[in-house]
């Protein structure tokens, strides 16, 4: 069975997709949304997560950090494989690799994770079974989110056509970022997609998310075409994509499609503004605030009038 | 007033002393009653406060055993008795006299030499050991259906053939006389409480109140000689009952009163607005009675002889629950599938608010559990009633006390150095081999294991002493009434009567206990990271100096993650605990003696004398409560969570506890993922939850502002709680559990 890098399967998830089920994230994103929840899933391989005002204490007290975590000098400044971080007035660097996992045990301040674990689809399923009669009892099921899950396209494929081998529900939660005919691969083995949504202007889109919307755009009027069961998810960050004009936009998209089974606000959380610094990519939205109840309620009446139904916060 | 009452009370009873102890019970009951009840209070629309005295005969309360006094009372009275001296020779004669002749005192008296010596303290809460001994006959659950249907004048007619019967065959006519005394008696106080009401009735200018206190008059004195036909008498005369027979826990009320209230409803004599004041009005007094870890009612079920009424009751029951902000009663809703889901509706609508209350039963699994572990068939099986912190017994057909308390974690700690208490440095346990002996995990779980029996066979041994002793010291009058078979058998409860007659032993730290293992297990025996030698050194000094040890223990796989290591663990403890207590049956002279792993603040107060333990615990913090994951340890989602608790097998214990922290917005947004949730933990063999709607921010809050937290109500273990009224130690115990 293929191999993949899960960096974690989250049981008893609601917000997935209908009824109780379990949410695989898959590691590695091609996209660099500056609001990125889950800025650990980015890369596709293994990686430390530090808690560096931790790791300052701990260096400053003398000890020498078994996973290479050190103040930069004058030599460290040009390496560009290392991750530079401040924390505390102070500059640390580490390399990205991950050489020894027993360091998460070891280390004293207790301040090391290691994101992402090696697992193959018989494995992964062997842990989303354990919740099927949820799934059953609640119409749940499997979701295989990331990162952008396409990146490890193979893995994606066998767990979902295992899934339905075993009558589970299966949601793909995807950017919409890769090659249509891998959507056109999988779509018989996907019950409803999760469809990201994110920016209505071409170049804006680009600015956000470091790719081009056309793949995307393509991809999802491919999947209606087809008759795929979709959810549109469209990420709503304040002051920075939540334009009138976006909004009106993805009132146009939800109306293009005619299987569309919902619409989703998925409304701005800083959650991953220090998640991103515990891996080391200070997210570009330090100043963004979590959207508020008001924004939200603003949101939902301006899309409910330009015709939206079934619109709800994901 | 009350030291008057004190003096005639003892006076009563050593007059009586040589009496057969029907009549001896039944001469001190007339001095304790009406002396200690209450008067009625202004919202009350039932009578029936009790307040205990200096010196009474308490038979079913968790805290005190039979004839019991109130030794520090009585000595404040001696200060306050001032220059009498003949007044103080009289206190001091009664605190000396009910020394020896409380039945406590007579319990630990009649232990033979190595019950004492393997049981030495009585102070469970407070010094360390592995078992200790408790005193108590709680959980008594009565027929009061019957009496409901029988009244007081036909209790007596019953009563009287079998005193008949027992004339011509040379029976014990004598407990028949008593018990006719004891009806007497809560006739008497029907009618002390009727003139308490008409009285009050004539006082007050409120016209509203007039007319309760006239209703009041009038239930009082129907019942008093007339079998209750409304539910109001119904209700009066179940409450006055339970007063006088000193229960606390009050079984299947749904199917007792659903009957009155169903036809009251239907035939006008009450609206629904009347009848929830009635409810209302008994769950305060209920916790008046301030028990904490009792007051159970039960709805809902298999074997209701009248289904659609006691569903009529339940749905009443649950809305009294979500508008009287106590902690008590504790509600218990049994559920099976085919139940009316409106009930299950209204359970979750209840708990989302923070009640913590229905308690939720599983009945598709715990009717064959019970059936299994009491060796019933399974008529009787669905009369099983969980009590106080959530004992099994079956209603008003066997008992099943809990005498005696297990610390499992206390007894790995202590087979760890080899039977002595690193705490005391007391030899405490028997010697099970030094540790540097163990080549395999096997030889230490065995060790564990033995170190275990040794207690559980005296704990067994003590709980039939127990109940020897009280059976030659009371009759029990009130229980024997409302119990089978003891008018039949014309035996009282405890000496020969009840028909099954059946313990219970509570055991603590079995998660901590298995975890404990299987990280032993795996860094000892498996990997090798440590000897078993350097290991208990770790614990011995609390982890101090060693945090990668601490790091490496606390991340071995825990109980509660659906992690088939961890759960077999704690399954192979928990098969071991249950299955020893259950053969002590066969040994005793008990119909059946059983594990519960319910919960009170025990796993708090046991776990301050308690050291380090493998599983990452530190010295003194809580155990785990019940079969509960350590706070905190149970990482993978709510349905891991559940998929863990649902593996222990249900039919080898009594009771076991579970508790769950939920956010409102789980209960009240994903409702229908929660119903999902839940019906698929019981279909997976889920015997019991209980369910804490809380968010964590209100719960830190609370600790710093108690005064504005007042509202909020958690589920300890055993019990419900207010927050803010709980000890640090327990809000820190509470806050470590996950909330989902």
Redesign the interface.
Known sequence: MKDGTVFDI?????HDGP??RTTVFLKGCPLRCAWCHNPESQSRVKEYSFHYEKCVQCLKSGHVCESGVRFASQSDSSLSSSKKIDALGEVLIHDRTVINESC?????Y?AIKVVGEIMNVEDILHEVM??Q??YV????GMTISGGEPMVQFELVKQLAMEAKKQDVHTCLDTSGYAPQKQYAEIAPYIDLFLFDYKATDASLHAKLTGVSNEQILSNLKFLSEIGASIILRCPLIPGINDSEEHLQGIARVAREIPSLIALNIMAYHDMGVYKATEIGNPSPLQQIKTADEQMKAGWLNTLKALGCQNVSFG | MSLNTAIRFTEVYQKYQNEHPAIREIMCLREQFPQSLQPILADDIVAGRYKRELIRFTPHACDELGYCFDEQALRNELDRSGTDESRKQIINDMISFWDTEQTETKVRAAYPLEMAAILPSDNWNSEPGISFPLYRMCGANLDFDTLMQLGIPGMKDVIEKHKQYAETTNGDVIFYEGMLLALDLLSDICLYYAEQAEQLSLTTTNSVRQQQLKEMAVNLNHIHNTKPTTFGEAIQLFWLYSIVSGVRNYGRMDVYLGDFLASDLKTGVLDEGKALQYAQSLWRLIAFTHTIYESRIIIGGMGRRNPSNADTFAMLAMEATRTVLEGEPQLSLRWYNGMDEALLDKAMSCIAEGRTYPILYNDDVNVRAVEEAFALGRHEAEQYVPFGCGEYIIEHRSMGTPSGVINLLKALEVTLHNGIDPITGKKIGISTGEINQFTNFEQLLQAYKTQVEHFVEVTADQEELEYKVVGDNAAYLYSSILYDDCLDNGKSLFAGGVRYLGGTLESYGNINTADSLLAIKECVFEKGDYTLEELVHILDVNFEGYDQALNQLKGVTKFGNDDPRADKMAADVHDHICKFIQIQSERTGLDSYLNVTINNQANTLMGKWTSASADGRKYGQSMSNGNTPSGGSDRKGLTALLNSMATLDPNIHAGVVHNLKCSKELLVEQKEQFRALLKTYFSRGGTQLMVTVVNRSELEQAMIEPDKYTHIFVRVGGFSARFVELSNEVQRDVLSRTLY
């Open positions: 989250q049981r008893f998830a609601l009824g109780i998460v045990e070891s280390c004293p207790h354990k919740d009669d949820y009892a609640s119409g749940g």
